[in-house]
């Protein structure tokens, strides 16, 4: 897989444009700036929008060519953003440091991600948001994007067990048009959260 992403971000346009995912910028734009985590960042989109908007950004990823053009995004922005180039399988992540962790499209097989998402449950602060937005099962057969593999994909179900420690907010399974780039066009099916770690007693 690492190789089929920098494959596919070694093109020179932006896979999935250059601007950020809206569901994703919609929610931060309601909170205070802090500190923001972006794993799967690819190629920096949301992490060079957020750092405009006063967000300090650690973006991760796998790809060494998405971490190349995520920085000349950020360069021609005049911005910095803290990307490291890791596998997420392995991913330690720090404990409590983070008042906003974003998950944009993050499909990944079921041992990974349920890695990463225990990981980013520990890594917010209390009172600290996750907002995510995936592709879900009824996006099979669509042409808009994401993996056309239904272990892949994730449902309600799913992800509140997931993040079952965390309160949520909003999820929502629904039909949207989507327009992010060459590989991001049409129609899909997308579930949609949002979800805030719990204050210690």
């Known amino acids: 897989m690492q190789a089929f992403w920098n494959q596919r971000y070694s093109e020179p346009a932006y896979a999935y444009g250059t601007a950020p ?16 985590l972006l794993p799967a960042e690819g190629e920096g989109r949301n992490a ?3 750092a405009r908007q006063g967000w300090t950004v ?13 920085l000349d995004l950020a360069q021609r ?5 803290d990307y490291d180039v890791v596998d997420l399988s392995e991913v330690r992540l720090e404990q409590e440091q983070f008042d906003a962790i974003g998950l944009v499209f993050v499909h990944l097989p079921p041992a990974v991600r349920q890695h990463l998402h225990r990981e980013v449950v520990q ?18 057969g669509r042409r808009s994007g994401g993996p056309q593999d239904l ?12 993040f079952q420690e965390l309160e949520c907010l909003q999820i929502e399974t629904r ?18 959260l949002r979800m805030r770690k719990r204050m210690a007693d």
């Open 21 to 36: 995912n809206d569901f994703l910028a919609q929610e931060l734009a309601q909170l205070p700036a802090g500190r923001l």
């Open 175 to 192: 039909l949207r048009h989507l327009d992010e780039g060459p590989f991001h066009q049409g129609e899909a099916s997308v579930v949609q």
């Open 123 to 140: 890594a917010l602060r209390p009172g600290g948001h996750l907002i995510m937005e995936a592709f879900a099962p009824g996006q099979l």
């Open 58 to 70: 650690k973006a991760l990823d796998y790809s060494e060519a998405g971490q190349r053009k995520a």
């Open 151 to 162: 272990a892949l994909l994730y449902d309600e179900n799913l992800l509140r067990a997931d």
């Open 48 to 50: 060079v929008w957020a």
């Open 77 to 81: 922005a005049q911005v910095t953003i």
